[in-house]
């Protein structure tokens, strides 16, 4: 019987239990400017673009106290999507046209080679130039915006790429020849192998991911900002549109971090609590941890803490807030940072 070789998990996650990790998303520019000190006010973890990361930002950091954690974006395809030569890229929905933009993001083909091997060449760029402790990967879900009370979910991805990659991974017949063809063929009749092909295709992603760590950076996390819906939110919108299974991507990554953003997505601040003690249980059985990132910006100091401690529910190991930059320019909201994470940290 031939044996599947699978990667090994890094030390990190089968080491003693790690103190809580107290972290902050953003550039800490404006909180220093401002005098803050990373120590003073309990944070030991920074989450940050992976393009805003200098020597001068890691030195500090860690002088501080402070991990360092690049952000990086997947499968964000707008600034790729606007050389003429990549238009082969742009995801296609169901009636066989470009999948338009939503307001604020644009996803891409997500089996188009040449866009994955830019990404995972840019990604051991940066392991291999900046001394970071881990990379968590944002924008890993197939073309759609779910921070929005009214998110947009379309239906993609039927161009060539995907259909010929989907039928030679399954087996899958699909009639017609062309997009609007097979999307119409799939929906109607390979909608249960399509939602599952779809899963794979990110989860295959991930694991390329973390190849590129474990031959690059064995000791660097990985880390996934996700989607932070229920199963029963959105008719099931997390697996069925953005192609995300839970097992299956708790298994390649070390950190999933919800990302719990009440306000944005229209919802009550409990929300936090709900969703998190939700995904403790729905993952009670897999070794991934959890550290959720909740809302700071837009909302009062008092709602912020409580989506705080509401990030802290169930078995979540660590929190952050979006953003240090919106908790800097308020003086309560700073006040609750510090008297917060210096209490978990007495």
């Known amino acids: ?44 973890a920074i989450f940050t673009g992976h393009r805003s990361i200098d020597e001068a930002l890691l030195g500090r950091a860690r002088k501080e106290g402070s991990r360092v954690f690049a952000e990086f974006p997947a499968w964000n395809g707008r600034d790729w999507l606007k050389q003429p030569e990549n238009a082969a890229s742009w995801p296609i929905d169901e009636t066989g046209q470009r999948s338009p933009a939503q ?11 040449a866009f994955l091997r830019s990404r995972l060449a840019e990604l051991e760029q940066l392991v291999t130039t900046r001394r970071v402790d881990g990379v968590w990967l944002d924008y890993l879900h197939w073309h759609a915006q779910f921070e929005d009370p009214r998110p947009g979910l379309p239906e993609t ?41 779809r899963c794979s295709v990110v989860v295959d992603f991930a694991r390329r991911c973390r190849a590129v760590l474990a031959k690059h950076a064995p000791g660097m996390l990985l880390g996934n900002y996700q989607c932070a819906w229920r199963d029963d939110e959105h008719a099931g919108a997390r697996r069925r ?37 939700w995904l403790s249980g729905r993952l009670r059985r897999e070794a991934v941890k959890i550290w959720p990132i909740v809302q700071a910006h837009q909302a009062p100091a008092a709602e912020f803490e409580q989506a705080m401690r509401g990030g802290l529910a169930g078995r979540a190991s660590g929190v952050m807030m979006f953003t240090l930059a919106a908790v800097a320019e308020d003086p309560e909201k700073m006040a609750v940072l510090q008297k917060l994470y210096r209490g978990l940290r007495a």
């Open 241 to 277: 549109v953005l192609g995300l299974d839970l097992p299956a991507m708790a298994r390649v990554f070390d950190v999933l971090s919800p990302m719990v953003y009440h306000g944005r997505s229209g919802q009550p601040v409990g929300w936090v609590r709900r969703n998190v003690e």
């Open 1 to 44: 019987m031939r044996r599947r070789a699978f990667l090994a998990l890094p030390a990190a996650l089968r080491a003693a239990p790690d103190p809580l990790v107290l972290g902050a998303y953003s550039s800490p520019k404006t909180f220093w400017e401002r005098g803050g000190r990373l120590d003073e006010y309990g944070i030991n």
């Open 157 to 197: 991805c039927f161009n060539a790429s995907c259909v010929e990659r989907f039928r030679r991974e399954t087996g899958v017949k699909v009639a017609g020849d062309a997009p609007r063809d097979w999307a119409a063929d799939i929906l109607k009749r390979r909608q249960t192998a399509w939602r599952e092909w």
């Open 103 to 113: 307001t604020w993001f644009q996803g891409i083909c997500p089996t188009n080679e």
